[in-house]
Every structure is written in structure tokens, then in C-alpha cells.
């Protein structure tokens, strides 16, 4: 059943988050991985469970914001997020490997939301670093299909998605390379400024009403880079999360304005038309079906 379908019968897309549940995704692994800075770098690796630990399959690299992966209140505390499991399922039922590199917990940190960018000790060179690291790691292992590799990332992750894409940096000579990169509301102001041109193909899902990461800069540099975009109209920053309202953040003091907080919350509408487009996207980049 198309997802759209299946979200309207579910009633807005609560059921996408909850409705696999542990059973459906099994036990994530943890694997830690030196990287060049010395730190081992935590990564979460989710496999669909009907393929053999030995068959290759397509690999997403999830990136997470500034909030971390991690629930911090109610039920779901110290897992992943609604939003981030809800996707994590959504992906396995594919056929993919999903593989989630934790870039705060290791620095001891667990959120950078609340903290002015001139003060952040986890900086996008960081998350750079943090990519390279597991792509680095993923070339190494036999279940990795080498021809298909996606970068998904979210605010600050989908940051970290233009970081990592910038032909200008120099990656790690045994890694593989992505096939497709997408970013969520990613900030692009700094690459805007800067002479960025994407290493392979880049597609950002951008909010029209958003007032954290706002459009405008991105649709600029996806105009002068020939990177794609799109803009989901009255959207906010995290329109797609899968539970929750837009809420007005006053402690953030990040964003379009300055000092006056900004807006996150989920869109019932194009949020669930936003992971359809994500599969849409996977899908035709990665026509041939999943091998059992």
C-alpha cells in the first residue's frame, strides 16, 4: 500500500512510529569506531531482519540534529526518537541497512539546541569527520552495497549532509561514496557564502513557515549549485516528526530572528508527503529491487 495511503487510514502517521515496534526492527547493534580525532565514535546499525547478515543491501547513513538521536522525555526516554525510529522502520521495511552515528554522546554532550553557534564545541567539521569515519567503516563490510549509499540528515544534520557533500573537502581514500544525499531543513547560510559545489547528487525537503533553518538560503543554493529542493508550504522547523505540535521555542537562540526564539513542530500534511518523497527519491535512484 502506498505510505500516503496508509497514513490517512492510520489517521495523520502516529501508527508509522509505533506500529513495527521492537519486534518488527530487532535489536540494533553498536559498533565504536576510532576516528582521526581519537574519539570512538558510537554508531547504532539497524538490519531488516529478512536478509542474511552476509547479503549486500543499501545502506542509509541517518544523521540526527541538534538534539541528538535520544528521546529525552516520556516513554520512549533514552531510545531513539519518535521521529527517528518512525524513519528507521520506514527504511528497514525496504530492505535497507540503516546505520545512526551518535556525534554528542561521545563529546558529552546532549544537545546543542540551546546553544549559541559562536559557543558549540561540536561543530559541523565534526560531524564531517563523523561521516567519513562510518563511510570509512561501511566499505569494510560485506553487507554494504558499495553502489548504494544515502546520506539522510535532519536540521543540523542535514547541515552536516552539505558538510560532507563540499567537493572541496578531501574524504578518506578507502571509503565508499554516497549515490544520494538528503537533508531536511538544513542551515545554508554558511555554504551559501562559501563556493560549495555538491560531490554527488544532493535533494533538500525545506519548510516554507521555517524560522530556525529558513528556506530562502537554501533554495539560493540549490539555484546556483544545480542541487534540487523542495518547499512544504506552511511547514515549520521538524514539520515531518511524527507526534507533537509546532511549538514556540524561546530558549533556542539560533534562527531567523535572533534572541526572539523560533518554531518547530509537525505538519499532518506534508510531513507524511515529505518520507513518501524521501522513498520516492531511494527508489529512483536505486530502481532494482532488494535482493532476499
Not at 522547523?237 to 514556540?248: A, C, E, I, L
Request: overall charge positive; glycine content about 8%; some cysteine.
Amino acid at each position: 500500500m502506498h505510505l500516503l495511503q496508509h497514513l490517512r487510514r492510520c489517521h495523520l502517521w502516529l501508527c508509522l512510529s509505533w506500529s513495527l515496534g521492537a519486534s518488527a526492527t530487532g535489536q540494533p547493534v553498536a559498533e565504536f569506531l576510532p576516528s582521526p580525532d581519537g574519539l570512538a565514535l558510537k554508531v547504532w546499525v539497524f538490519h531488516p531482519p529478512q536478509r542474511t547478515h552476509d547479503t549486500q543491501r543499501p545502506v542509509v547513513v541517518a544523521l540526527h540534529g541538534c538534539g541528538g538521536i535520544y528521546a529525552t522525555v516520556g516513554s520512549r526516554k533514552g531510545q531513539l526518537s519518535a521521529r527517528h525510529q518512525g524513519m528507521t522502520d520506514l527504511l528497514l521495511a525496504q530492505g535497507y541497512s540503516v546505520v545512526w552515528p551518535d556525534s554528542l554522546t561521545p563529546r558529552q554532550e546532549t544537545s546543542l539546541c540551546e546553544q549559541r553557534m559562536s559557543s558549540r564545541q561540536v561543530r559541523q567539521s565534526h560531524r564531517r569527520s563523523d561521516v567519513y569515519t562510518t563511510l570509512d567503516w561501511l566499505a569494510q563490510q560485506a553487507w554494504t552495497d558499495h553502489q548504494r549509499v544515502a546520506l539522510l540528515g535532519w536540521s543540523h544534520g542535514g547541515s552536516a549532509v552539505l558538510a560532507s557533500s563540499d567537493s572541496r573537502q578531501k574524504r578518506p581514500v578507502s571509503s565508499v561514496t554516497p549515490d544520494i544525499a538528503l537533508a531536511f531543513y538544513p542551515g545554508c547560510a554558511d555554504a551559501l557564502r562559501q563556493a560549495y559545489q555538491a560531490s554527488w547528487p544532493v535533494h533538500m525537503l525545506l519548510g516554507a513557515s521555517d524560522d530556525w533553518t529558513p528556506a530562502a538560503p537554501c533554495v539560493a543554493l540549490g539555484q546556483r549549485s544545480g542541487m534540487s529542493f523542495k518547499v512544504y508550504p506552511d511547514s515549520h522547523h521538524g514539520f515531518d516528526n511524527p507526534v507533537g505540535q509546532v511549538q514556540h521555542l524561546p530558549r533556542v537562540p539560533n534562527g531567523q530572528h535572533p534572541g526572539m526564539g523560533v518554531h518547530a513542530g509537525r505538519n499532518p500534511v506534508t510531513g507524511p508527503q515529505a518520507w513518501q518523497d524521501v522513498l520516492d527519491l531511494l527508489k529512483q535512484r536505486w530502481p532494482d529491487p532488494v535482493s532476499p
